[in-house]
Each structure stands twice: as C-alpha cells, then as structure tokens.
C-alpha cells in the first residue's frame, strides 16, 4: 500500500512562486510514474504534471513554461515547481502515483493512490 503526503501550499501573490512536494511510503517511486492534479471550487480535477518511470516530462499546456516536475528518489519525493503563479493556479493539488501514460502522453491517474492534497492561493 501506498501513501503520498502533499505539502508546500499556501498562500502567495500573482507572478510568486511555490514548491509541493509529495513524500512517497510503502513503495519505491523511481519505478513509477507519478502526476500532480488540481481541482478548483466547483470544477472537475485537472491533469497539471507527469513524470514517468524513465524521466520523461508531460504537461498541461496551462502550465507549460512555468511548472517543473522532478523527482528526488533518494528522498521518495516528487516535487512541483510552480512559478510566475496566477489566480486561475488557486486550487488543491493532489499528486498520484503507479498511473499510466498513454501513446499520446495522457496521464490516466491510478484511483487508489491519491494523497491527501495540498491547498494552493494565489491573489490578485
């Protein structure tokens, strides 16, 4: 079983910068690939971030430019670097892990791996 703790959120200003991480127990992160979504008040969760199990990077194109996913696996942590941050960024983030990637590098999240999620605010 694994389980995935979020933190970094808070509070910041338009064009501010945040780090989230995700500490990772019960398994080995370095073999799986790993996401970061969000969901905003009274919308649906929405793909931010993915890293696969070989390091390859995949985006939503609202982020392109201005988030970094990473991986630290001596630390089982994987890390998303938001900067030049905007209102429309205020959401809870919530990463995943063991989802897979599809041929047209959609990432399909695995339904029982979520943390507990982390809230991020942005203002104007």
């Known amino acids: 079983q694994v389980q995935l703790v979020e933190s970094g959120g808070g509070l910041v200003q338009t064009g501010g910068s945040l780090r989230l991480s995700c500490a990772a127990s019960?398994?080995?992160?370095?073999?799986?690939?790993m996401g970061w979504f969000r969901q905003a008040p009274g919308k649906e969760r929405e793909f931010v971030a993915a890293?696969?199990?070989?390091?390859?990077?995949y985006y939503a194109d609202s982020v392109k430019g201005r988030f970094a996913i990473s991986r630290d696996n001596a630390k089982n942590t994987v890390y998303l670097q938001m900067n030049s941050l905007k209102p429309e960024d205020t959401a809870v983030y919530y990463c995943?892990?063991?989802?897979?990637?599809?041929?047209?590098?959609?990432?399909?999240?695995?339904?029982?791996?979520w943390g507990q999620g982390t809230q991020v605010t942005v203002s104007s």
């Open positions: 995943n892990a063991g989802g897979r990637i599809d041929s047209d590098s959609n990432y399909s999240p695995r339904p029982d791996y």
């Open positions: 019960g398994r080995t992160l370095s073999s799986v690939n």
């Open positions: 890293i696969s199990w070989i390091d390859s990077y």
